[in-house]
């Protein structure tokens, strides 16, 4: 049976086995980075000796390939190389990079390796989109469906490391959570990592479809045509609030592990925090994959909401997720108990809403504004915003904001009195986007509705 696209046209539905091999591709690829991101912060802090300021060069170095991915990834799979070789031979050197980086505490040794495994992953995660993309025909009603897999992924991996902390390094109970011996258990999230980068590296290779380059008719460059399509409405803008946007999103990436595997340990007398412990398992990491179960609720609903809602009221409704979360988390807390759980719990779970109504609905804004030869090229350069400019220039804010937040408290206050100051800034930064956004993004996309 076929279904009728947006402008009538009649499309087919989407096979059984490229939908299979294209979900496979997105749980590999995100479980890679949810295994480790989550519980790096703690990692390098707390395990490896790291000052705050190392760990935010971490952190920003390792986005460096995002800046690079535009100009070397979507180049060559937009015009020379077959995608899924490509992505193939990234990620088999790349699981071997993050098997090592687990036995790596000198920081210099680290910096480099992260450096360059920044370079060979990042580009990966915008080519999985552009190679989806290749293949379906209807994104709306169609890559929801793949993407949410890349969800579930990180989901897995999350609670996956989340228990192992729990029964092998803190000898099955979350009163110790802060245990030097699970800090330093941490590091198996890289080996983790590594084995299941090396299996999508052969998946790649021998489970992808084709996925040829588009060959401009006069040879031109892809990235800088993509440039010159990116730099016209609606994209300028959308590109111009991504790049805050991505720094608040880093800033939950860094911050909120921590603050839950507190959480987890302040409260994890009380009834609701144990059973979630059970469940998910210490570290902060598995309680965080909460906000990945909501993703998958609100990537399920995009194609129905896209019908409805314009592409500048979704992005709006993302905006203002971000604020709300980050308000639950510097607030909530106050509350203590049971309440305040619940309503942090809830900020999580916004997650899923800042994901989906923002950074997938971006995503898809990018790919049907550009041209087809250099979508790879424009999925990049977005790319570069939200995990390269994002993570780079986050990243040194969150650990600054983080010092700046500690010298405000003073000795003696409550355990959430930084937490309090320091979630406020992202707070207050979502609501200026939310702002802009809704000045200056106009209402004439090609997927923009009066409704």
Known sequence: MSENGHDGAVLAPLDGGLKF???????????????????LWDLLMNAKGFTGAEVGNIFAVGAVGAIFGPFIAGQVADRWFRTERFLALSHLIGGGLAWKMAS??????????????????????????????????????????????????????????GQWLLHMHAGGSSDNAKAPEVYAGMADAFRLSGICGITMGFFCLFGLPSTPPSKSQDGDNATVKALGEVSRQPLLTLFLIAVPVSCIHQFYFVHT???????????????????????????????????????????????????????????????????????????????????????????????????????????????EECSTDVRASAQNLFNLVIIGIGIIVGSKVASSVAEWASARVADGAPWYAKTTEMFQVPMAASLVCLVLLALLYPSTGKKEMSS
């Open 257 to 367: 592990a921590p603050f839950l595997n507190t959480i987890q340990s302040e409260l994890g007398g009380s009834g609701l925090a144990a059973s979630l412990n059970s469940i998910f398992g210490i570290g902060g990491g598995g309680l965080m994959t909460i906000g990945q179960m909501s993703e998958i609720f609100v990537l399920a609903m995009i194609p129905l909401l896209a019908l409805t809602l314009s592409r500048k009221k979704l992005l709006m409704i993302g905006l203002l997720a971000y604020a709300a979360r980050m308000a639950l988390f510097a607030y909530a807390p106050m509350l203590g108990g049971v309440y305040g759980m619940s309503l942090v719990i809830l900020g999580v779970a916004l997650h899923g809403f800042c994901f989906g109504c923002f950074i997938f609905v971006a995503f898809m804004v990018v790919d």
């Open 104 to 161: 790596l505490d000198d920081y210099n040794t680290f910096f480099w390796y992260a450096l360059i495994y920044g370079l060979i992953y990042s580009p990966t995660l915008a080519l999985t989109n552009s190679l989806s993309f290749h293949h379906l025909t209807d994104r709306d009603r169609d890559f929801g469906k793949i993407r949410l897999w890349g969800t579930v992924g990180w989901i897995v991996a999350g609670i996956g490391i």
């Open 21 to 39: 091999r294209l979900s496979i591709m997105m749980f590999l690829q995100y479980a890679i980075w949810g295994a480790w991101l989550p519980l």
